[in-house]
């Protein structure tokens, strides 16, 4: 699948970018998440998540990495760990502006529709991306090459979900030495609607998010963040159903609160 190709393109990447530019940087990363929050929308069902994963950056403006995090297999049959692969390029325009594009892949492991008796239809998902950062602030947009996270004419849409987009502004503010403040604010736009309207009439699952998450670092290496997130569109995600039963079913939007405990090294 185009997804899958493109991730392992990447992981193979980095190894060898690494290894031959002696200038370059690796570091790695590992947290615990009372909630594993993915634009808004909880992954893990309101559950825990362990997430950990590395990040290569080279000197010429070249980065790339992996991520992964312990999911929800009532909203990814078959899957218990979704894992990221990315890589881009990007240049400091002058002191306060840079610009960076790359590529995402969101890759799930076992995970497939036809585990929860449907269609088959993978999860894998890649985005393409470009952002435009001045001082603290960045602006990203990023557009699905596939379809976005199997939304397809198999799950009762008009068509499929490729193009659909994702528009995100951040900021992050050094409060002191030990706390930091990070804004986000960002819009999900999907190209397709629901053929069938829900109860209220509601057909487009498109929908804004914004959170802030105040962070302490507790020592070098480790910190402890707390965060809250608010989706709209409750029509479509205030009573999303499990995909391994219909009748176990959740609010994945709204309001939502985080906890992360996190190591870098």
């Not at 997804?3 to 393109?9: K, V």
């Not at 049959?77 to 790359?102: H, V």
């Not at 479509?236 to 405990?261: E, P, Q």
Request: glycine share 10%; proline share 3%.
């Amino acid at each position: 699948m185009r997804a899958l190709a493109i991730a392992m393109f990447a992981a193979a990447l980095v190894p060898g970018l690494a290894s031959g530019m002696p200038a370059s940087s690796i570091t790695g990363n590992v947290a615990l998440t009372s909630d594993y929050l993915f634009r808004g929308l909880t992954q893990s069902w309101g559950r825990p998540a362990i997430q950990g994963g590395a990040d290569y950056a080279g000197p010429n403006g070249f980065a790339a990495g992996f991520w992964g995090s312990s999911i929800s297999e009532r909203s990814y049959p078959g899957g218990a760990m979704e894992l990221d692969l990315y890589a881009s390029y990007g240049q400091a325009i002058n002191r306060d502006w840079s610009w960076r594009a790359g590529l995402y892949a969101y890759v799930y492991p076992g995970a497939n529709l036809d585990r929860a008796g449907l269609a088959s239809r993978s999860f894998n998902t890649v985005e393409a991306n470009v952002a435009l950062s001045w001082k603290q602030f960045t602006l990203k947009y990023s557009r699905a090459l596939t379809d976005y996270f199997a939304v397809d004419t198999e799950q009762g849409y008009r068509s499929d979900s490729r193009g659909t987009s994702y528009l995100q502004l951040d900021a992050a503010f050094p409060l002191n030495d030990a706390w930091s403040l990070a804004l986000h604010a960002g819009h999900t736009h999907y190209t397709t609607t629901l053929v069938a309207p829900l109860a209220k009439g509601e057909r487009d699952p498109g929908y804004s998010d914004v959170g802030a998450t105040l962070k302490y670092q507790v020592a070098t290496r480790w910190s402890l963040s707390a965060g809250v997130t608010c989706a709209t569109n409750a029509d479509i995600y205030r009573r999303a159903s499990s995909l391994l039963d219909a009748g176990d079913t959740r609010n994945v939007g709204g309001t939502r609160g985080f906890l992360m405990l996190q190591g870098s090294f």
